[in-house]
C-alpha cells in the first residue's frame, strides 16, 4: 500500500510540475481542447500566444514539396539572410520580417496560385507575421509550411543555397 501511494505521489508531483511548466512557457499547449479540434483548424502545431489559433492556414511538408516540384506555388523564406544564404527552398524568395523589397515580392508572386511562407522556428513566428504581411497586401492563398525549414530538410524538399536574387544579389 505505501508503495502505491508514494507512486501516486510522484504521478501527482510530476503533473503539477508539467502543468507549472505549461503555465509559464511563452508558447503553452492548449490544455482542455480535444486535439481533433486543433487539427480541424489547422492549428493544432503552431500558435502565437497572444493571439490563439492562426489566421494563416497550415501546409504539409508533403504537399508543399509537391507543389514545389510542380511549380505551383511561390516560396517565401521569413528567415534571417545569413540563414537563408546557407540553404532554402529552391527558388524561394527572402522577406524576413520587417525586410524592404516587399513591393518586388508580392509582384513576383503574383504568378502562383498559391504561397508558402516558412522560418526555422518551431513555433512559426517569423513565418506568421509575414504570411499576415503577404495577405494584407492582396495575397490571397498564403499557407505556413507545417515544421517549418528543419522539417522541410529533413524530408528532403528541394533546396539550394546562395543570396536572394531579389535582394540584389546579396542577402539583407
Do not use: K
Amino acid at each position: 500500500m505505501r508503495l502505491v501511494s508514494q507512486a501516486a505521489g510522484v504521478a501527482l508531483a510530476g503533473a503539477l510540475a508539467g502543468l507549472c511548466a505549461n503555465a509559464l512557457s511563452p508558447h503553452p499547449a492548449a490544455l482542455g481542447r480535444p486535439a481533433r479540434a486543433l487539427a480541424d483548424t489547422g492549428a493544432g502545431t503552431c500558435q502565437l500566444p497572444a493571439q490563439g489559433p492562426l489566421a494563416t492556414p497550415r501546409i504539409s511538408v508533403e504537399e508543399a514539396a509537391a507543389r514545389c516540384t510542380a511549380c505551383t506555388a511561390g516560396f517565401v523564406d521569413a528567415r534571417e539572410a545569413r540563414e537563408y544564404e546557407a540553404g532554402h527552398v529552391t527558388n524561394a524568395l527572402h522577406l524576413p520580417p520587417g525586410g524592404a523589397g516587399e513591393d518586388e515580392v508580392v509582384s513576383r508572386l503574383a504568378t502562383f496560385p498559391l504561397v508558402v511562407v516558412y522560418d526555422g522556428q518551431a513555433d512559426c513566428g517569423r513565418a506568421e507575421a509575414v504570411a499576415t504581411r503577404l495577405r494584407a497586401r492582396g495575397v490571397r492563398e498564403v499557407r505556413v509550411l507545417t515544421g517549418a525549414w528543419p522539417a522541410w530538410m529533413a524530408a528532403g524538399g528541394p533546396g539550394v543555397s546562395g543570396p536572394c536574387d531579389v535582394c540584389g544579389g546579396g542577402a539583407r
